[in-house]
Protein backbone atom coordinates (compact mmCIF):
# COMPACT_ATOMS: atom_id res chain seq x y z
CA UNK A 1 0.00 0.00 0.00
CA UNK A 2 1.30 3.85 -1.13
CA UNK A 3 1.67 5.78 1.73
CA UNK A 4 -1.73 7.73 2.53
CA UNK A 5 -2.14 11.57 4.19
CA UNK A 6 -4.11 13.05 6.18
CA UNK A 7 -4.89 15.89 7.44
CA UNK A 8 -7.27 14.50 10.29
CA UNK A 9 -6.27 12.94 12.85
CA UNK A 10 -6.90 9.74 12.02
CA UNK A 11 -7.47 7.62 8.48
CA UNK A 12 -11.09 6.67 7.73
CA UNK A 13 -11.91 3.14 7.23
CA UNK A 14 -8.74 2.22 8.31
CA UNK A 15 -7.43 1.20 12.29
CA UNK A 16 -4.55 3.29 13.74
CA UNK A 17 -2.19 0.52 15.07
CA UNK A 18 0.80 1.83 15.78
CA UNK A 19 2.17 5.87 15.87
CA UNK A 20 5.55 5.89 14.40
CA UNK A 21 7.19 9.40 14.55
CA UNK A 22 6.89 12.80 13.62
CA UNK A 23 8.00 12.94 9.97
CA UNK A 24 8.76 15.74 7.68
CA UNK A 25 9.64 17.22 4.48
CA UNK A 26 10.71 20.75 3.19
CA UNK A 27 12.16 22.35 0.19
CA UNK A 28 13.63 26.52 0.08
CA UNK A 29 12.92 27.86 -3.15
CA UNK A 30 13.75 31.57 -4.80
CA UNK A 31 12.08 33.61 -7.20
CA UNK A 32 13.11 33.58 -10.32
CA UNK A 33 14.19 37.18 -11.48
CA UNK A 34 11.91 37.30 -14.84
CA UNK A 35 8.80 35.57 -12.70
CA UNK A 36 9.51 38.35 -10.31
CA UNK A 37 9.28 41.58 -12.60
CA UNK A 38 6.64 39.79 -14.65
CA UNK A 39 4.55 39.25 -11.10
CA UNK A 40 5.35 42.42 -10.35
CA UNK A 41 3.51 44.41 -13.58
CA UNK A 42 1.20 41.56 -13.16
CA UNK A 43 0.29 43.05 -9.40
CA UNK A 44 -0.39 46.80 -10.88
CA UNK A 45 -3.28 45.31 -13.32
CA UNK A 46 -4.52 42.65 -10.81
CA UNK A 47 -4.94 39.01 -11.52
CA UNK A 48 -3.50 35.58 -10.67
CA UNK A 49 0.25 35.44 -10.42
CA UNK A 50 0.58 31.94 -12.37
CA UNK A 51 4.21 31.28 -12.10
CA UNK A 52 4.09 32.03 -8.10
CA UNK A 53 1.15 29.72 -8.05
CA UNK A 54 2.99 26.83 -9.87
CA UNK A 55 6.29 27.48 -7.95
CA UNK A 56 4.17 27.06 -4.87
CA UNK A 57 2.66 23.93 -6.29
CA UNK A 58 6.34 22.56 -7.38
CA UNK A 59 7.04 23.30 -3.69
CA UNK A 60 4.67 21.23 -1.94
CA UNK A 61 4.91 18.59 -3.73
CA UNK A 62 8.44 18.13 -3.64
CA UNK A 63 8.14 18.83 0.30
CA UNK A 64 5.69 15.93 0.06
CA UNK A 65 7.68 13.60 -1.75
CA UNK A 66 10.63 14.32 1.03
CA UNK A 67 8.34 13.91 3.94
CA UNK A 68 6.83 10.51 2.47
CA UNK A 69 10.80 9.32 2.05
CA UNK A 70 11.25 9.39 5.50
CA UNK A 71 7.89 7.76 6.60
CA UNK A 72 8.43 4.81 3.97
CA UNK A 73 11.91 4.32 5.47
CA UNK A 74 10.26 3.85 9.10
CA UNK A 75 7.56 1.48 7.48
CA UNK A 76 4.55 3.66 7.88
CA UNK A 77 1.28 2.99 5.72
CA UNK A 78 0.43 6.43 6.27
CA UNK A 79 0.82 10.24 7.77
CA UNK A 80 -1.78 11.80 9.37
CA UNK A 81 -2.52 15.39 11.01
CA UNK A 82 -0.78 16.77 7.78
CA UNK A 83 0.36 20.13 8.29
CA UNK A 84 1.67 23.08 6.25
CA UNK A 85 4.35 25.72 7.21
CA UNK A 86 6.38 28.76 5.23
CA UNK A 87 8.88 31.08 6.15
CA UNK A 88 10.63 33.10 4.55
CA UNK A 89 14.79 32.21 4.80
CA UNK A 90 16.37 35.23 2.87
CA UNK A 91 15.22 38.23 0.50
CA UNK A 92 13.27 36.33 -2.61
CA UNK A 93 13.69 33.02 -0.37
CA UNK A 94 10.94 31.32 1.40
CA UNK A 95 11.01 27.68 3.06
CA UNK A 96 7.71 25.42 2.46
CA UNK A 97 7.67 22.59 5.55
CA UNK A 98 5.12 20.23 5.39
CA UNK A 99 5.04 17.60 8.71
CA UNK A 100 2.88 14.95 9.93
CA UNK A 101 2.55 11.76 12.63
CA UNK A 102 3.89 8.64 10.00
CA UNK A 103 1.44 5.52 11.56
CA UNK A 104 1.07 1.82 10.58
CA UNK A 105 -2.78 1.23 9.93
CA UNK A 106 -4.86 -1.62 8.78
CA UNK A 107 -8.29 -1.26 6.63
CA UNK A 108 -11.16 -2.07 9.13
CA UNK A 109 -13.63 -4.25 8.29
CA UNK A 110 -17.02 -3.88 7.18
CA UNK A 111 -18.51 -5.58 10.22
CA UNK A 112 -17.10 -2.74 12.34
CA UNK A 113 -18.55 -0.24 10.03
CA UNK A 114 -22.17 -1.32 10.51
CA UNK A 115 -21.62 -2.31 14.34
CA UNK A 116 -19.37 0.00 16.25
CA UNK A 117 -18.45 -1.89 19.53
CA UNK A 118 -20.44 -0.61 22.78
CA UNK A 119 -18.88 0.69 25.71
CA UNK A 120 -21.87 -0.18 27.55
CA UNK A 121 -21.99 3.15 29.40
CA UNK A 122 -25.45 4.15 30.27
CA UNK A 123 -26.61 7.27 32.46
CA UNK A 124 -29.03 6.14 35.37
CA UNK A 125 -32.57 4.86 33.95
CA UNK A 126 -31.47 4.09 30.50
CA UNK A 127 -30.96 0.38 29.00
CA UNK A 128 -29.53 -1.11 26.20
CA UNK A 129 -31.47 -1.68 23.03
CA UNK A 130 -29.95 -4.48 21.10
CA UNK A 131 -32.22 -3.53 18.21
CA UNK A 132 -30.81 -0.32 17.74
CA UNK A 133 -27.98 0.25 15.65
CA UNK A 134 -25.54 3.17 15.59
CA UNK A 135 -24.62 4.35 12.29
CA UNK A 136 -21.09 5.63 11.86
CA UNK A 137 -22.18 9.12 11.12
CA UNK A 138 -23.48 9.09 14.91
CA UNK A 139 -20.34 8.43 16.52
CA UNK A 140 -18.21 11.15 18.37
CA UNK A 141 -15.73 12.92 16.02
CA UNK A 142 -12.07 14.21 17.31
CA UNK A 143 -12.22 17.95 17.57
CA UNK A 144 -9.06 19.42 17.09
CA UNK A 145 -10.45 22.93 19.16
CA UNK A 146 -11.20 21.38 22.34
Known sequence: MAVQLSNLEHLPNYQ??????????????????GKDLFAGLKNIVGGELTA???????????AIDRMIVKAEALGADAVV?????????AQGASELFVYGTAVKAVPMSQ???QNPPSDNHYSSGQ?????????????PRFNPFG
Open 16 to 33: ITERLDVVYGSTVRSKHV
Open 52 to 62: YTELLEESRQE
Open 81 to 89: GLRFSTSSI
Open 111 to 113: QQF
Open 127 to 139: TPNPQAQTSPDDL
